[in-house]
Structure formats: C-alpha cells, structure tokens
C-alpha cells in the first residue's frame, strides 16, 4: 500500500504516514501491500468506519452501561454541536472551561497544589504535567504540583512534607467520590489541615472536587461553587481533557491547556475524516493486530526517545490493559485477541534495562518508538547529545528489524522484530496532546477489530469488593477468619500472620 504524493512525508519512504504534522513510519512491520489490503478489508468488515462515525455522533457505544463514549467533545474546541440523545453537551463543556479559566486567573499566592486521585484521575494530568515541565522556558507560575494516589501513606507524608497549609489547594478528583483510596487520603489531607491550625473557613476556601456526583463532594465538605463537574459519558482513562486536567492549566496556564486540547482535537478530526487507509490511529491499530495474527504476540512496549515522555509508557498500560483487557467480546463470545501487556520507559534508558530480551529473547514483542525531531533543552550540548539520542533510536529499529548473523550463537541477533517510528517535530501541549488522542483513538479501533467494550472495566471491581472483609478482619487482630466472607484458606493465614 502506498500514499498518493501529496501525503507522503518529504524525504520518507512509502511507509510513512503523516497526520497533524505527527509522523507514521510503519517500514518495518514487514507488511506486504497484499498484506495491507487484507488487513484494510478486515477493518470494513468489522465495520471499524461505522464504529468511528458511531463513536462521535454520541452512540452509546459503551454497551454493557449503556452510554455512549464522548471524550472527544471534551477537547471539541470547534465548538460544533455535539449531541447526546438529542441534547447538546457542548454548552456544558464550554461552561467548564470558563470556570477554569477563571481559577487561573484566581489563583494567587498558592505556593501548592494538592491533586488526589487514582487510575484515570492521576495518570493524564500527572502525565502532562511531568512532560510539559521539560518544554525549555514554560512559566510554572510558582507553584508546587503534587499527585497523591497511592493510600500508602508515604506517598501522602512526603508530599504533606513539603507543601505548605496556608497556601495549599487540594483538588479531590474522583468521577463517583467513592474512590477509597482517593477519599481516604482526602480525609488526611483535611485532618492535616486540621493540624496546623487552618480554620473552618480556610479549610473551606482550600477544598475543590473534580466529580459526577456533586452531592457526595458537598457532603464531604466542599462548597459547591468549587466543584467541577464531568459526566458519566466520559471513562475515567480518557478524563484528562476534562476538569480532571485542571492541574495543567493551573500549572503552565488556560492557553497551554488550551494548546493541549487542541493537539487532541486535530487529531481527533483526522480520525474521525480520514480514509481508513491514511489514517493514523487505524493504522497503527492494524499493525498491532497483523503481529498477532501472524506472531501470536503477547506484549508490545512503547519506547519514547525522550526524558519528558518517561511517564507516557505508564499511562498508556492503563489506556489499553483498562480498556481491552478483556476475555470476550461485546457479544459475551470468548475472543482470540485482545490487549497486550503493555510496558516501556524512556529510551535510551530503555536499551540498558530490557532491550537484550527485546533483540535475542524468546518473543517476538513489536516496539513504537517515539522520537521527538526537536530537542527538548536550550544547553549549549543539546543538538549533541540530541543527535545520539535519535541515532540510538534510529539504531534499535534497523537492528531489531534485520538482526545479525555469526558463527557464535551467542553473537546471533534473530532481526524480523517488529517496530513503528513515531515522529513529533517538538514536544509542547499541542504535540502532546495530539500524541494521546493519536493512541486514545487507536485502542479505541483495537477494541472495534477485536469486536471488544473499550469503554467498561468490571474486572477491577472483583478484588476491591473482596478487600472489605479482609481490612475488618485484619482491624479485628483476631485470629478467627468467618469463612462466610469468602476468604479463603491461604487469605486467612496470612491475615493471621498480619495479626501476630
């Protein structure tokens, strides 16, 4: 398969696909044209164009809650109407960003913000913040950014270390305000308040919650003027866009916010308009299921050639494993494929930790390498070392993909592994937003190839519902487990080992 000219990047093979000046290379999947085309007729045949146009005209596409899968609109800043049941949601999102808008503005003096929240509700925001503090001369606006998930009271005491009470913000972010880890940790937040001598009323002022359950935010204690609102509509994975990103604007400002919506809505455009052909995210996804069809591979990992992106590997296991981590599909019919485990971190760190599996292991797991053409630092050794940097990167792919033969089987690199080349011309909140709608979208097709619900996640309920008599038994320091609370043998000696 190749691209009509005007497509095809300048100075790049047939290979490459281009989208929102994001950069495809897919030379390496050793797909033939023959290939291509089978896999582009298997994409109509499970009417992945229909699922698209269904995605964005507000369908319930999420089947098993019956609702549909709107995230896009959260980044929609064309403003065009976009209808749910036949209500449009977009008055309601445009109200959201004046309201964070007007928190920037409001904001002063704040030397730091508390962000609690977990899974979806920490990954993109801490994410973004992370990445986007590399970008050289962004204006933090002199404030401190703490994520607290984990209930490990660690994570809580280091933070509660630093910060200080007079001058925190604590934004409790939890789409059902039931989250107990999120809850529990705000109730130590508050007490910590407490603590040191903050007022009712400046406890007050500090608190504001990012839900869809506002009466559950207000009897927590937060003034219902300092609630955010987002709706069931959006899946907590795909919440960054939403107030749950809130973090970011605060931080670098409402234009970089904005930026970063608009990296997300361009590509969003592309996705939704382009041929199946050209178009990125169906792309990728196809290589994806082509490896599987043809390696049965088990693991993918995504490699991004730089420091900002260390934490993207991170959220990206969350974006597909949550979504199609999945045993059937949205018939209840065992399926054949479904999502990879996911893993990765920032190269060139990368090829000095799991690349040796990578190159001579056992399993053929297809690589997305992610470069970024620009580099991210204005020291005078930048274009040096950024010129290793990408020559790694460059390096990996062509000896992953060809291998090397020797007389020494130990000196014998095996090559047919597969790899994507990811292009950024430079990682700012436009580039990255852009990059996280590219993969949004594409697990979104893989759930739709795979004929999987991208949009529920039922299995982590099972262990959270199990957890509740384990905590009151291991309360209780008795060593007499009641069997009728489903723990079983194993459980209830270690509980009494706990309790000794």
């Known amino acids: 398969m190749s691209l009509r000219p005007s497509q095809n990047p300048e100075n790049l093979p047939n290979s490459a696909h281009t989208a929102v000046d994001v950069v495809l290379d897919t030379a390496y999947q050793n797909i033939t044209d023959a290939q291509w085309d089978e896999l582009f007729a298997l994409a109509r045949k499970s009417h992945l164009d229909t699922f698209i146009a269904d995605m964005f005209a507000g369908k319930h596409i999420n089947l098993s809650e019956d609702r549909p899968a709107l995230h896009s609109a959260l980044r929609n800043l064309s403003k065009t109407p976009v209808m749910l049941d036949g209500k449009d949601v977009m008055p309601e999102v445009i109200n959201v960003w004046h309201r964070i808008e007007a928190l920037c503005n409001k904001w002063v003096g704040v030397t730091d913000v508390i962000h609690i929240g977990i899974g979806g509700s920490d990954f993109g925001p801490r994410l973004a913040i992370e990445s986007l503090a590399h970008v050289p001369g962004i204006d933090s606006r002199g404030m401190r950014m703490h994520f607290l998930a984990n209930i490990d009271t660690a994570e809580l005491a280091r933070i509660l270390d630093r910060a200080q009470p007079n001058s925190t913000r604590i934004i409790i972010v939890s789409k059902s305000f039931t989250t107990l880890e999120t809850t529990m940790n705000a109730k130590a937040a508050v007490a910590w308040l407490r603590a040191n001598d903050c007022t009712k009323s400046q406890i007050s002022k500090a608190l504001y919650a990012v839900t869809a359950n506002v009466p559950a935010a207000k009897e927590f204690g937060v003034e219902e003027d300092h609630i955010l609102p987002f709706w069931d509509w959006v899946g907590g994975r795909y919440s960054v866009w939403s107030a749950v990103g809130l973090p970011i604007a605060l931080q670098y400002g409402f234009k970089i916010f904005e930026e970063f919506l608009a990296g997300?809505?361009?590509?969003?455009l592309h996705f939704k308009n382009a041929p199946l052909e050209?178009?990125?995210?169906?792309?990728?996804?196809l290589t994806l299921l082509h490896q599987q069809r043809k390696h049965g591979v088990k693991a993918y990992a995504a490699i991004?050639?730089?420091?900002?992106?260390?934490?993207?590997?991170?959220?990206?296991?969350?974006?597909?494993?949550?979504?199609?981590?999945?045993?059937?599909?949205?018939?209840g019919k065992s399926v054949q494929f479904s999502s990879p485990v996911v893993f990765g971190s920032a190269g060139s760190n990368a090829q000095h930790s799991y690349f040796q599996l990578l190159h001579q292991g056992t399993e053929i797991i297809p690589i997305d390498f992610i470069a970024v053409r620009k580099p991210m630092s204005d020291r005078p050794e930048a274009i040096a070392h950024h010129r290793i940097l990408l020559s790694n990167c460059l390096a990996q792919a062509q000896a992953l993909a060809h291998g090397k033969t020797a007389d020494n089987p130990n000196d014998v690199y095996p090559g047919n592994r597969p790899s994507n080349l990811l292009f950024l011309p430079e990682l700012n909140a436009f580039y990255l937003g852009a990059l996280l709608a590219l993969y949004e979208n594409r697990t979104a097709s893989l759930g739709a190839l795979w004929n999987i619900n991208s949009f529920d996640q039922p299995g982590v309920e099972f262990g959270k519902i199990l957890a509740k008599p384990i905590e009151k038994a291991l309360g209780s320091g008795s060593d007499h487990i009641d069997p009728s609370d489903g723990i079983d043998a194993v459980t209830a000696a270690r509980i009494n080992f706990l309790n000794s």
């Open 278 to 285: 050209d178009n990125l995210p169906v792309i990728m996804a």
């Open 304 to 331: 991004p050639y730089a420091d900002a992106l260390d934490w993207f590997p991170k959220w990206l296991q969350q974006l597909d494993m949550e979504s199609n981590g999945k045993s059937v599909d949205r018939d």
């Open 264 to 268: 997300a809505h361009a590509m969003d």
